[in-house]
C-alpha cells in the first residue's frame, strides 16, 4: 500500500503542472489589460510610462514562461503574491473566504448523504413499489432544475413572501453583540437556504446511485447465504448489501466534495455568501490573475487529495481490494 500511495502522489505532480499551466496561460490569453486592477482598484487610467514601470514591477514584460516559473516557484512556497484589486495578500484573502464556503460544503455534504442513504435503501428495498416511483419522479425532477433556478425560487417564496429565512450574506446587523448560541443560530439561519440549493442535486444522484448498486447485488451469493441464515431482507440488504456499495460511493463523495468547495459560484453570488466562489467570480471580473491562480491552485489540491484519499480508503472498506 505504501508503494501504491507513493505512485499516485507522483502522479499528482504532473497533473497539478498541467492544470496550473493550462490556467495561467488562458488568464493572460483572455482580452484586457490586468494593469487597470493593478491601478488602485481600477479606478484610475495609467500613462504609458507608468503603464511600463507597473509591468517591470510586476514581470508582465518577461516572456509567459518565465512568468510562470516565477509563480509556480513561489506557490511552492505558499506566496501567492498580492491582489491586484486591493493589494492584499492573496492568501490571506482565500484564509478569510475558506471557512465560509468550508461550512457550506459540510453541510450540503451531510445533508445530502443523510437523505440519500436511506431513500437509496428503501427504494431497492421496495423496488418497483410506490415509494421508489414516487422518489425516483421527485430525484429525477429535482436533478434536472439548475441550482440557480432552485436558488431564485426559494428567495422569492421563502425569503421575500413568507420573510421566513435570511438570504443575504452570512451572519445578520448586530451579530457582534449576538450571544455565542445566538450567533450560532444566526449563522445556520443562512445557511439553510443556500445549502438546500447545493445539496438537493447530489440527493438526487447519490440517492439513485445506492439504488442501483444495491439492486445489483440483491442476487450475489452472499445475499442468499445471509437469508438463509435467517437474516430478512431489509437486514440482509443494509449490512451485508449496503457496505460493498461503499466504495463506488466514496469516489462519488471524493468527486462531489471538491466540486462543492469550489463550483458554488454562482450561488455564493446571488446569496451574496462569503466564500472562495464569490472571490473568484469578483477576481475573474476585475481581472485579479494572483487571486484567481491562488484559487485555482486550492480547487487542484482538493480534487487531487481528495481523488487520492478515496483511492486509499479502498482497502479499508473491502480487504478485497489490492494494490498490486
Given at each position: ?21 493550462a ?7 483572455t ?6 486592477s493593478?491601478d ?7 500613462s504609458?510610462?507608468e ?47 475558506l471557512p ?10 451531510v445533508a ?37 433556478v ?9 425569503g ?34 443556500i ?12 440517492a ?15 445475499m ?18 449496503f457496505?460493498?456499495?461503499?466504495i ?6 471524493a468527486?462531489?466534495l ?36 491562488g ?5 487542484a489540491?482538493l480534487?487531487l ?20
Open positions: 500500500m505504501f508503494s501504491y500511495a507513493v505512485k499516485r502522489i507522483l502522479w499528482v505532480v504532473p497533473t497539478f503542472l498541467g492544470i496550473t499551466i490556467t495561467f496561460a488562458l488568464m493572460h490569453l482580452p484586457g489589460d490586468p494593469s487597470l493593478a488602485g482598484l481600477g479606478q484610475g487610467v495609467l504609458a510610462s503603464h511600463q514601470r507597473l509591468s517591470e514591477y510586476f514581470g508582465w514584460d518577461r516572456p509567459l514562461g518565465i512568468q510562470y516559473v516565477d509563480w509556480l516557484w513561489a506557490a511552492l512556497r505558499f506566496d501567492f503574491g498580492r491582489s491586484f484589486a486591493d493589494g492584499q495578500p492573496v492568501i490571506a484573502k482565500i484564509g478569510r473566504a465560509a464556503t468550508l461550512l457550506l460544503a459540510v453541510v450540503a455534504l445530502s448523504l443523510a437523505l440519500s442513504i436511506p431513500v437509496g435503501i428503501l427504494s431497492a428495498r421496495r423496488r418497483n413499489g410506490l415509494f421508489d416511483s414516487a422518489t425516483g419522479v421527485l430525484l429525477y425532477g429535482l436533478y434536472s432544475v439548475p441550482s440557480y432552485m436558488a431564485v425560487l426559494l428567495i422569492l417564496v421563502i421575500l413572501w413568507w420573510d421566513a429565512l435570511p438570504f443575504r450574506g452570512m451572519t445578520s446587523d448586530g451579530f457582534a453583540d449576538m450571544s455565542p448560541g445566538q450567533k450560532v443560530m444566526d449563522v445556520l439561519r443562512h445557511v439553510i437556504l445549502a438546500v440549493c447545493l445539496a438537493y442535486r447530489p440527493l438526487a444522484f447519490q439513485r446511485f445506492i439504488r442501483a448498486n444495491l439492486l445489483e447485488v440483491t442476487d450475489a451469493g452472499y442468499r447465504t445471509a437469508l438463509a441464515k435467517g437474516l430478512s431482507p431489509g437486514r440482509a440488504l443494509v449490512r451485508h448489501g457496505r460493498n456499495t461503499w463506488p460511493l466514496i469516489t462519488l463523495i468527486l462531489t471538491p466540486a462543492l468547495l469550489s463550483g458554488a459560484v454562482i450561488l455564493e453570488v446571488i446569496f451574496s455568501w462569503p466564500g472562495i466562489g464569490r472571490l473568484l467570480f469578483d477576481s475573474i471580473m476585475r481581472r485579479d490573475y494572483p487571486t484567481v491562480m484559487l485555482t491552485v486550492l480547487s489540491v480534487v487529495l481528495a481523488t487520492l484519499l478515496a483511492d486509499l480508503a479502498y482497502a479499508r472498506i473491502d480487504p478485497r481490494v489490492t494494490y498490486d
